[in-house]
């Protein structure tokens, strides 16, 4: 079993050490992802309505405590696009303390999500989920951009998506050409240049000459300064002795959504690299440290985080292989932060705003969407209600509603996989049940006895149980039985008492058998009734009949 919680950097030291080369590849590997992840924090806090430096706190801070005790080598951690639309509502409805609040209690979650051994089910989300909200929240993203992409310079922009697009147009007047230029030439760097610097990443490189080239000419254009101020070059705790903490189960519900997408994304992530790498994640460790890590970037004022596919992928095709490169990513940072740090206010937010419309291209899974559209009808009805709801209404009703309608659409497809049928008719096995005495009727229960199928099972035992005298129930398809089931089960068996039918199990599993007996099945059937293999339970049968002929006859 995989241990509850037991960090990469322990169990690697443990059972190997680090080489020396590799060591080299992971510094220079947490350097380059550092210096990618410094206009991502940036633009992500600007984006959620935050300050830019909370962005850095939250990469520094939480990056490094999510590669120090996470469960995957390779993880990098950070603030993310995926986050942008929860902390922007939650700011606008509780205010940054609330915030601040809601991350250490999403926090606590993971942690007990992680306790709870929880990291394999999250795994078990469906697709169709995780792109409908992910393909959502990058339609949003793109959105919120409009306004620093064309330099409209609106102050306050609607909260709705509809509103949005309606206050873009009202002031289409208003573009800023040297905006657009700016922004546009942001996305052909960030997209182009890979292909001929594969090591420095194109957002840095685009963010370097935009701002050399707004500074140098004096362009008439919004920075982070001139919205947000100097950028603070210093990390400390949050001074909580002015915070109001009554009322904080009101924060439940965000905190849930936080730790529900965190938790979801950081373990996608640590899937994804551990292809790349040919590794296996502990996804209980990875859920305790993302705990850890939101908890004290809510105590430095930070933001929620969670594992970065897109900076994960990066480190991995730079040569790590251990979680020192997630470190030292986070110490580059905390460098940056307070040398660089005066310097970073002066990037123009077009510059920005391009970076995160070429993250919304990324995250926004258009291949995938457009491949499960092509598939079952269930996961094309659940993809588009998360799509549609995270657009328009808001992404914690998105998951809470996907995650119904996933299990609800769930259960339909089992039931209808579930069914009860008559083997006397059976081509294959005709002379062995037709040799069968006149009474005996053998029937066979296909998939899981669970709440989806209970109610079917019920009426079709009762009619077919009543018109014989001893019913052989083959059970060897049934994997589990839940509670419903149980109780519709023994309901039958109640009936089917009252009307005289004896009844024999056969086939019966392991686990079904163990948990017949914890429910008290023996006050409707005995239980040498209960029977591993089909040849006992017809020998037990004709012994039945027997024995009710012979009582009948004196």
């Not at 919680?5 to 947490?30: C, E, N, V």
């Not at 939480?62 to 700011?91: M, N």
Request: aromatic share 10%.
């Amino acid at each position: 079993m995989e241990p509850l919680f037991l960090p990469k950097t322990i169990s690697l030291y443990q059972r190997a050490g680090y080489s020396l080369s590799q060591i080299q590849a992971d510094i220079f590997s947490g350097i380059i992802v550092g210096i990618l992840a410094l206009p991502l924090a940036i633009a992500f806090a600007i984006a959620s309505g935050v300050s830019p430096e909370k962005g850095i706190v939250t990469a520094i801070v939480a990056g490094f405590l999510i590669s120090f005790l996470g469960g995957s080598r390779v993880q990098i951690g950070g603030p993310t696009g995926a986050f942008v639309v929860i902390v922007v509502s939650i700011v606008q409805v509780y205010g940054i303390q609330g915030l601040i609040i809601s991350t250490i209690l999403a926090g606590v979650i993971l942690i007990f999500f992680g306790l709870l051994r929880l990291g394999t089910l999250i795994k078990f989300i469906p697709l169709p989920l995780v792109v409908g909200f992910t393909s959502g929240i990058a339609v949003i993203i793109f959105t919120s951009q409009i306004n620093d992409f064309l330099g409209l310079g609106i102050s306050t922009l609607p909260s709705e998506f509809t509103a949005k697009w309606v206050a873009y147009f009202d002031n289409i007047d208003k573009t800023n050409m040297y905006s657009v230029g700016i922004a546009l030439s942001t996305i052909i760097i960030s997209v182009y240049s890979k292909r001929f610097m594969k090591k420095i990443p194109g957002a840095f490189i685009s963010i370097i000459l935009m701002t050399l080239i707004v500074t140098f000419f004096k362009l008439p254009v919004q920075t982070i300064e001139s919205v947000f101020g100097v950028i603070t070059a210093k990390i400390s705790f949050v001074d909580f002795s002015s915070f109001s903490f009554e009322g904080i189960t009101r924060y439940i519900q965000p905190a849930i959504t936080i730790a529900m997408l965190g938790a979801i994304e950081s373990l996608l992530s640590a899937v994804v690299s551990d292809g790349m790498i040919s590794s296996t994640h502990r996804s209980n460790t990875e859920l305790i440290a993302q705990g850890f890590a939101n908890i004290a970037s809510g105590l430095f004022g930070g933001i929620p985080a969670t594992g970065a596919i897109a900076r994960t992928a990066t480190n991995v095709k730079n040569g790590a292989r251990t979680p020192i490169s997630g470190m030292v990513h986070a110490l580059t940072l905390l460098l940056i932060l307070l040398f660089f740090g005066k310097f970073a206010a002066m990037i123009p937010l077009a510059c920005l705003a391009g970076i995160l419309i070429v993250v919304a291209y990324n995250m926004s899974e258009w291949r995938s969407f457009i491949s499960i559209t092509r598939g079952s009808k269930y996961d094309v009805l659940v993809l588009i209600v998360t799509f549609f709801l995270t657009v328009f209404a808001d992404l914690t009703i998105a998951i809470e509603v996907g995650m119904v309608l996933s299990a609800l659409l769930f259960m339909q497809r089992m039931s209808k996989l579930s069914e009860i049928s008559s083997l006397e008719a059976d081509f294959d096995n005709m002379e062995e049940y037709a040799s069968l005495p006149k009474g005996i009727s053998v029937y066979e229960i296909n998939g899981p006895f669970f709440f989806g199928a209970a109610n079917k099972y019920k009426e079709v035992l009762k009619e077919v149980g009543i018109r014989s005298k001893v019913m052989v129930l083959r059970m060897r398809n049934v994997p589990f039985i839940d509670a419903t089931g149980m109780h519709n089960f023994k309901e039958v068996l109640k009936t089917l008492k009252n009307y005289k039918v004896r009844i024999v199990l056969s086939g019966v599993q392991p686990n079904v058998r163990e948990e017949l007996l914890k429910s008290g099945i023996d006050r409707y059937i005995p239980l040498d009734m209960i029977c591993p293999h089909y040849d006992i339970a017809k020998v037990k049968a004709v012994e039945i009949l027997g024995d009710m002929e012979k009582h009948a006859g004196k």
